[in-house]
């Protein structure tokens, strides 16, 4: 399999490089490390070549490390790498599996690792982060900032058709789809009408409606309620942090960018974190996990599970970074999960 590697800013090319590691274990990839990310945009000008986009579709699958620089304050580099990739190559799915590896990671009162165990399907590629708006007499008493939300019966159709199918193929049978259309009653009756179109093939599958704020009260208060989440663009940005939180934060979440049959994008969720750059320090764990979903995606499923299951047993034996309990290194922290793999 020919691999990509973003290995980005801050943080991201240590942890990537674990990740990388643990592919290379697993065997049968072949890596092509691209230069893209904050450093190279302030040495070349250039955010992402203009051959970029149809460079990655030439590859299996695309590794992704964080974007994000002080140096560059208005991340230009990281839109045109990230945002840009996920609308020319149409990663539709956003895909993120939330499961606490030990019950220590799980915050919630009175709750353990089994209580916490969903995963939410965001649209990738619509709602507001299309860029659709402007600033008119920015600077000024009279500034007026509009940002658009584009919601088409297409991406709508196709993030809840996923849902309802991967629900139906894994034995998840409760689907609940989160939207606002109480208070934005003309873009997110679309989503309404779709949910009830496709809710009516799928007899098989409980599914159910939430507002987004009811959603978020109930993924604190009663997470056992959910096994697939189905949502926009930036109500499922914000819900997966949550879900990053209860399985013991963002340092342990993985993430995928997919359509189906096509290149895809695997990231952890977490950003750059710049002050913990070249320390050591960062946690690999989620970068780790994307690659497992990156293996699990190009249909060698047994050797995602391996990995997991590696993961598991480092995370459980204390073997991890000291934002999730342990003592250990970037660096060491991804050798624990390595000589499991052994």
Request: hydrophobic residues 40%; glycine residues 10%.
């Amino acid at each position: 399999m020919r691999i990509a590697v973003i290995a980005g800013d801050g943080i991201g090319p240590e942890v990537t490089a674990e990740a990388v590691r643990v592919l290379a274990a697993a065997g049968g990839c072949e890596f092509h490390h691209l230069p893209w990310g904050a450093a190279h945009y302030l040495q070349t000008g250039v955010t992402i070549p203009p051959d970029g986009y149809e460079t990655l579709r030439g590859f299996d699958a695309v590794l992704l490390g964080a974007l994000g620089d002080p140096r560059v304050p208005d991340n230009r580099h990281a839109r045109d790498i990230l945002l840009g990739t996920r609308s020319a190559l149409d990663l539709y799915v956003n895909y993120r599996p939330v499961r606490p590896l030990d019950d220590r990671l799980c915050p919630l009162k009175g709750r353990t690792a089994t209580d916490v165990d969903f995963v939410v399907f965001r649209e990738n590629t619509e709602g507001v982060y299309v860029g659709v708006g402007g600033r008119f007499k920015p600077g000024t008493p009279d500034e007026i900032a509009v940002q658009e939300e584009i919601n088409t019966y297409k991406g709508v159709s196709r993030i809840v058709r996923h849902a309802f199918a991967f629900a139906r193929a894994t034995g998840r049978r409760r689907l609940c789809m989160a939207d606002k259309s109480n208070a934005m009653p003309d873009g997110h009756a679309l989503w309404q009408r779709v949910f009830a179109e496709v809710k009516a093939e799928y007899a098989d599958v409980e599914a159910t409606h939430l507002y987004v704020d009811a959603l978020a009260m109930w993924l604190v208060q009663d997470p056992t309620r959910f096994e697939v989440i189905v949502t926009n663009n930036l109500f499922g940005d914000i819900i997966t942090d949550i879900g990053a939180a209860l399985q013991g934060g963002l340092g342990m979440a993985a993430s995928a960018n997919l359509h189906p049959g096509r290149t895809s994008l695997f990231e952890p969720v977490h950003g750059s974190a710049p002050p913990l750059a070249g320390k050591n320090e960062a946690n690999p764990v989620g970068a780790i996990l994307s690659a497992a979903l990156l293996l699990e995606t190009l249909g060698r499923t047994g050797d995602a599970r391996r990995i997991e299951r590696a993961v598991e047993d480092a995370v459980r034996a204390g073997e991890v970074t000291r934002d999730v309990g342990g003592t250990l290194g970037t660096r060491e922290a991804g050798e624990a999960v390595l000589r499991r793999l052994r």
